[in-house]
């Protein structure tokens, strides 16, 4: 059986996985866009030594590569913005990727299994079991603890190999939040897919670089693992091809790429589209003739909320994983679904958003002391409280964008006076004036334009991800979620396409 899976990110790896347990070889294509000769040399050098031993050269462009743009903190691989492409010029532009491995390179690799119960507009048998998560999972590392979180998030690993070191003041904090969970209010360490083990090649080093790029490939990356799969002859990966549109031909799938501005046609018996929500909708336009009509996505919004922790405290940067270190798990009387809450110690990229690089080292410490008392709290909200992006193709190439919220500020504010009280009684303070609240164009959490149903339609997919009168293509990315869940979303991405590779190549 000839297969081909379009793109490179995350739910493109669940449906790979799925295929390499069948010991079925599929075509993996891609736009292939990478970062430039000049980051991947550095990220070679950085790789031969331990952090300890970078130059001041080496960490003095590692520091720049943290720069903000806009005042707005935002994760670059390596300083490149090769990451981000936008539709449009106008402020309520969508962002989408040409990247090779999507919006792998920047995934924060939060790994929380999402509750049932989030996922309730969904039709019962689009819903990956624990065993899909388990599946997908198996050979990732995986960094977790059994705490309070695991009695309602079940961890998608049975065993957890290694886990992150963290600093005593995040272990002082974690023991802190447990006096005050509930029912409602669950706390733990964060699960992250970083290589934590000693014994490993790329184990973390914690050099503080985390959300500038790994230097030692310690943070799952499914544009890594595309690379291996390739290099040892588990796939045939194909690059530089553009997906414009496809078709049924005699019973198969003839698809219409752009390669060197020509178009090359190749048939396929089966079809997975892993393109992102964005291009994968402009795809199905283009197939099926949807120009000039609306095309819905939800998103799921966040809200930034510095905190103040005036305990003693050390901040010990760089010698750290900045990843997220903490996570809350929390329901209000008026958010019902679980709100997903991420802690973290200053990262390098708030450090240079408030200019910390820029100053002069007389003065550092008197810096590292006032970072010391500062926390950064993000809160992700389920998309039934988030907003939708109203999407419209024309013909003449020209795309069009509208974006709303819904009582955003309302929910915001909600969620932000539960976690004041809360955190107030371990003297955690959160100033109203500083929250910062979700970015138009930032939403990267999006999807829905197909939503599964029971029964396929021109504008809605079935449990297998297929549209009707198009049973051989299956579209296996967020394209396809009637709802976006607060929680971590690249696992549920894995997941949902191991599922239905999985369920379909058993036909």
Not at 58 to 87: A, C, D, H, Q, V
Not at 250 to 265: D, G, I, P
Not at 337 to 346: L, M, Y
Request: aromatic share 14%; net charge positive; glycine share 4%.
């Amino acid at each position: 059986m000839k297969i081909a899976i379009i793109g490179t990110g995350l739910s493109s790896y669940g449906s790979i996985k799925a295929m390499i347990d069948k010991k079925i070889k599929p075509y993996v294509f891609d736009i292939g866009l990478e970062e430039d000769k000049i980051i991947k040399k550095l990220k070679k050098q950085l790789q031969s030594k331990n952090p300890n031993k970078w130059s001041k050269n080496e960490l003095s462009t590692m520091e720049s590569f943290s720069k903000t743009k806009n005042t707005k903190p935002r994760k670059y691989f390596f300083g490149s913005n090769y990451i981000y492409k936008f539709f449009s010029k106008t402020k309520e532009s969508l962002t989408f990727t040409n990247a090779l491995g999507g919006f792998g390179n920047i995934w924060s690799a939060s790994a929380l299994v999402p509750q049932e119960s989030d996922l309730n507009d969904w039709p019962k048998k689009c819903i990956p079991s624990h065993k899909d998560y388990l599946k997908v999972c198996e050979n990732l590392p995986y960094s977790a603890y059994n705490d309070s979180i695991s009695k309602k998030f079940t961890h998608p690993k049975q065993v957890i190999e290694a886990r992150i070191n963290y600093s005593e003041k995040i272990h002082r904090l974690k023991n802190k939040l447990d006096k005050v969970n509930d029912k409602d209010f669950l706390t733990g360490y964060a699960r992250n897919f970083v290589e934590a083990s000693n014994s490993a090649k790329n184990k973390c080093r914690y050099c503080g670089f985390c959300n500038t790029g790994c230097a030692y490939n310690s943070i799952f990356n499914p544009r890594d693992e595309v690379i291996k799969l390739s290099k040892n002859g588990k796939i045939f990966l194909k690059t530089n091809l553009k997906l414009e549109k496809f078709e049924v031909y005699m019973k198969k799938v003839l698809l219409t790429f752009m390669h060197s501005n020509k178009k090359k046609k190749i048939t396929f018996d089966k079809v997975f589209l892993a393109s992102g929500a964005v291009n994968t909708t402009k795809i199905i336009v283009n197939s099926l003739d949807l120009y000039e009509r609306e095309h819905t996505l939800k998103h799921a919004t966040f809200v930034v909320m510095p905190s103040f922790n005036f305990s003693k405290n050390k901040f010990d940067w760089p010698n750290s994983n900045t990843l997220s270190s903490i996570f809350i798990e929390f329901k209000t009387k008026l958010i019902r679904k679980w709100s997903h809450c991420q802690v973290n110690e200053p990262n390098e990229i708030i450090m240079s958003y408030l200019k910390y690089f820029k100053l002069n080292k007389f003065f550092r410490p008197i810096f590292n002391f006032i970072l010391s008392k500062i926390l950064i709290v993000m809160v992700q909200l389920h998309s039934k409280y988030g907003g939708i992006y109203k999407i419209k193709f024309n013909r003449d190439g020209e795309i069009e964008t509208k974006h709303q919220l819904i009582n955003h500020k309302l929910y915001a504010d909600n969620l932000f006076t539960t976690l004041r009280n809360k955190l107030a009684k371990i003297n955690i303070y959160m100033p109203k004036l500083l929250i910062k609240y979700g970015y138009d164009n930032d939403n990267f959490y999006i999807g829905g334009s197909f939503p599964f149903s029971v029964r396929s339609s021109k504008m809605h997919t079935d449990i297998n991800g297929s549209l009707k009168n198009f049973k051989n293509i299956h579209i296996v990315d967020s394209t396809t979620f009637p709802s976006i869940p607060g929680t971590s979303f690249g696992i549920l991405l894995m997941a949902n396409s191991y599922r239905i590779a999985n369920k379909v190549l058993k036909k």
